[in-house]
DNA sequence: TGCGCAACGTTATAATGTTGCGTTCGTTGA
DNA sequence: TCAACGAACGCAACATTATAACGTTGCGCA
């Protein structure tokens, strides 16, 4: 059975993280794979939703965890490691190298290497996308005579409730 | 033994990788160390030595069997981490997350966090600091109300010669 | 002499990631 | 109809990376 040909919307507005619900985002991505001649399978749809439904950077073996209560069988790791790699490889997941952990793109459809953004405290994590960064790389690269094929920007900080918590229990 | 007061001579050259022997490098950790109430014990000096004798980032259990060349008694793993985590808290050293290996610091006297670009063919990184990065990141943190504390930015791409040797073979 | 501390040793194990091969299942084409 | 094929997944074993927990050494110092 076919996805709705859901249509792409990018989301313009740079604070839409967290404001589409799992479902629709793997709807989303299941319109992505169709247009691109790649199928979401159950198990990629799943993982896919599972790891929207975590909220932080997810590592590999939580998720065969997590596999154990969705599933009939068990899930053995490489199955998990084959179905993070096609996600990668559709621009729907990326990978946080700074935690061994992976995270669902907000923006599938633009299939960019994205600035990370990992709260040391509750984990959670922030994707943006800032042109001038891409810019400022590929200048740099051009500088020494490197052809950029990937880019890892991530960033470890306190993020805001997480200081405000941390200033209310002093 | 005290090591001779070695000043720090940071490099102005943008271009000044590779053009000081790996003692000079070691030495200059040293006398920085010294300075900082830190001790640059044996081991710790012939792993940092090691790296920059590599020429590529390292991983920890690379480490662990070239000292079984270098030492009397083979060390285990804990050593060579805990020794590498030393390392990098007096930015000596940084990790390539992306990659799991270790790399020395050209410029230690900076206790900046660098931009690394890795070849994808030959294994070797660079090292370049951007103010500008640096500067568009903490812009990025503080709209979302984020305090970075440590930031990871790596490219992989392929270098000049890798390029030139790719064409050549072709 | 004995205390305290930093560095290092040692054993075991946890956490993360991969290889290789077999099975299932749907499609394709004679 | 059915052999051939390929994509996806199952699975056992293994490789790699990292840490926990605890013991030992050596040095400065009261």
């Given at each position: 059975m076919a996805l709705s040909p859901i249509q792409p919307r990018?989301?313009?507005?740079?604070?839409?993280?967290?404001?589409?619900?799992p479902d629709e985002r793997v709807a989303l991505a299941g319109s992505l794979c169709n247009a691109r001649g790649a199928q979401l399978t159950k198990l990629r749809r799943q993982i896919l939703e599972l790891l929207w439904e975590s909220g932080r950077p997810t590592g590999a073996y939580e998720l065969v965890e997590a596999l154990k209560l969705k599933t009939s069988r068990p899930v053995a790791p490489p199955t998990v490691y084959r179905t993070l790699e096609f996600l990668m490889s559709q621009s729907l997941v990326s990978k946080i190298e700074s935690r061994n952990a992976y995270v669902p793109c907000?923006?599938?459809?633009?299939?960019n290497d994205c600035l990370f953004f990992i709260c040391s405290d509750c984990g959670t994590s922030v994707e943006l996308e800032d042109p001038r960064i891409e810019r400022l790389i590929s200048e740099n690269a051009a500088i020494i005579g490197y052809r950029p094929t990937r880019r890892v920007v991530e960033v470890e900080g306190v993020c805001r409730s997480c200081r405000a918590a941390g200033a209310a229990g002093k």
């Open positions: 990018p989301c313009t507005d740079p604070d839409c993280r967290g404001q589409h619900a907000v923006h599938p459809e633009r299939q």
